[in-house]
């Protein structure tokens, strides 16, 4: 038995300095921490004793002081009230009455003015509670509206992002034809894939991207003379714009060639005679970019063998130098579906010509 208990004494000893050993290596901010978590609430019922009186004056002067102006508000409107029944009021002369603050600016301009100033912010203050008052009732009686009741119907034909090509760009535009009554959009409805079509193949004129409005105006009555058959009273037409512009990260796919020689093509041919050209190209993705990166003379000795000797004229000319780009794009893309390169090169800019 004695062997028992010296066994239990020399676990419980190893417990307690196990013990000890935790409590000393514990910092003493937890400690503190546990302190305070215990006397916390102590400590509030004495704060709030404290201030329990404080809260209840405060409280007390709010309700004193508002039925003090209520009070002083509600006399005031006693007395306009009696002076407006009385024979004085009667007996005055309306206009000297109506001249009468205009009169006060001259007096007391500071308290009239002030007193004007107050009136427009109560009255502004009105009117906006009266608005956001009317939209809350109507959105609520919306809301409330029972599911069974009937929408009007409107003459109206939608076209949701027909696409269309200007200029080797594509835009989307949303068109609505408006008929002038419910039976001239009913003559429509059996030709709407016929009419969709033919809104479709429309080429529009515009001069620039975004729409303008003029070009708006101006595509919707041409499409308003295509469409026959049917009463139309209007046509009309929005563009609809990517999430994200076309020029977004744009950086990231261009690629740059300088001192690009080519020849010219002259009848004497006793002299050599070149055109260096830098340019930039946009390309449909970074991996196109990544590749013309790295092969520069690949690209350099393919565009040299390819692109065919220019007459003088072409680099001097706008229509000449749309000519040397297309070329250059074209070879481009040969030169990456030949190495079986994904993407292609959508616009070429001429940075700089220089002829020797």
């Known amino acids: 038995m004695k062997f028992l208990i010296k066994i239990e004494e020399a676990i419980d000893n190893t417990i307690i300095n196990l013990i000890a050993k935790m409590k000393h290596a514990t910092p003493h901010s937890v400690f503190a921490a546990i302190d305070w978590v215990k006397h916390t609430p102590q ?3 004495k704060k709030y004793k404290v201030i329990q009186p404080k809260v209840r004056i405060f409280f007390l002067k709010v309700v004193g002081y508002s039925e003090h102006y209520m009070t002083l508000i509600r006399g005031h409107l006693i007395a306009i009230n009696i002076y407006f029944k009385s024979d004085e009021f009667k007996n005055a ?13 001259k007096t ?16 502004s203050a009105s009117y906006l509670i009266y608005q956001n008052t009317a939209k809350i009732y109507i959105g609520t009686k919306a809301l409330r509206a029972p599911a069974s009741v009937e929408v009007e119907e ?23 034809v408006i008929a002038k009554s419910i039976e001239e959009k009913n003559k ?24 303008t409005k003029e070009d708006t105006d101006k595509i919707e009555e041409e ?3 295509l469409i026959t058959g049917a009463k139309i009273k209007d046509v009309e ?26 020849q010219l093509f002259l009848e004497d ?34 565009l040299t063998m390819h692109v065919e000797p220019v007459i003088p004229q072409l680099p001097i000319e706008e229509e000449g130098r749309q000519i040397i780009k297309d070329k250059i794009k074209l070879e481009l893309n040969q030169f990456l579906k030949d190495n079986g390169i994904e993407g292609k090169l959508q616009e070429i800019y001429v940075d700089y010509i220089m002829v020797s």
């Open 269 to 302: 041919t006793k002299r050599n005679r070149q055109v260096y050209i830098d340019f930039t190209g946009l390309a449909s993705n970074r991996n196109v970019i990544l590749f013309l990166n790295d092969h520069p003379s690949e690209i350099r000795d393919f």
């Open 188 to 211: 429509l409805l059996p030709v709407e894939k016929e009419l969709e079509e033919l809104l479709s193949n429309f080429k529009p004129h515009i001069t620039q991207l975004p729409l």
């Open 93 to 105: 002369k309306k206009l000297d009455l109506i001249l009468a603050p205009i009169k006060k600016f």
């Open 223 to 225: 499409m308003k003379a």
């Open 154 to 176: 409107v003459p109206v034909l939608e076209f949701k992002k027909i696409k269309y090509e200007v200029n080797e760009k594509e835009i989307y535009l949303d068109i609505t």
């Open 237 to 262: 037409v929005k563009q609809v714009l990517e999430a994200r512009p076309k020029y977004f990260m744009q950086i990231e796919r261009l690629y740059s060639m300088k001192d690009l020689n080519l």
């Open 108 to 123: 007391d301009p500071v308290k009239a003015f002030s007193v004007l100033l107050t009136v427009l912010f109560f009255s």
């Open 43 to 45: 400590l509030a019922k």
